[in-house]
C-alpha cells in the first residue's frame, strides 16, 4: 500500500531532514520517495545541501514538494500522521493510493536494454526513467 504526504507548502531543507528522519522510525515504512521542484547546481541556494539521514548524508536535490511511502499496513497511517501533525504545522493532506511502481516496464526496458537485470528491485518506482540512476536515486538500508 502507497501513501502520499502533500504538504501545504513546499519544504525546506531543515524540515525535510527532520521529517524524514522521524519517518524513517516508523517499522511500517518500506521505502519512501520525494517529489519536488530541482534545485539549481551550486551552492548559491541554502536548501540544496547536504541532509542526514539514519545517520547517512544525502545531497538533497530537490524542494520537497510531496512524499511517497510505501507501508505495510493502514495502521501505519496513524503514526505517519502524528508526525505530521509535529512537523508540518501548515497543514498537509494524506492520500492512500498506487504511486511507486512495483515491477520493471517496458520503459525500463528501453532505457537499460540488457543491464535491467542488474536494476535493484530498490530501484524500481525510485527514479525518473530519463535520469541516471548516480544522480537521482539513493537507498538508505535500515540498520538492524
Not at 63 to 68: A, D, M
Not at 103 to 116: A, H, N, P, R
Request: net charge negative; charged share 35%.
Amino acid at each position: 500500500m502507497d501513501i502520499e504526504i502533500f504538504p501545504h507548502r513546499l519544504l525546506s531543507a531543515d524540515t525535510t531532514e527532520r521529517l524524514l528522519n522521524d519517518l524513517e522510525k516508523i517499522e511500517g515504512v518500506e521505502r519512501m520517495v520525494l517529489h519536488g521542484q530541482r534545485l539549481p547546481q551550486g551552492s548559491d541556494n541554502p536548501d540544496r545541501r547536504t541532509i542526514k539521514i539514519n545517520g547517512e548524508e544525502v545531497e538533497l536535490q530537490i524542494k520537497t514538494g510531496r512524499v511517497l511511502m510505501e507501508i505495510d499496513s493502514e495502521e501505519t497511517i496513524d503514526e505517519v500522521r502524528e508526525i505530521c501533525e509535529e512537523h508540518l504545522p501548515f497543514g498537509y493532506n494524506i492520500h492512500m493510493g498506487l504511486f511507486i511502481r512495483k515491477q520493471k516496464t517496458v520503459t525500463d526496458q528501453i532505457k537499460y536494454g540488457e543491464k535491467l537485470e542488474e536494476v535493484s528491485e530498490d530501484m524500481i518506482g525510485l527514479t525518473d526513467q530519463n535520469a541516471k540512476l548516480s544522480e537521482r536515486a539513493r537507498v538508505l538500508k535500515r540498520k538492524e
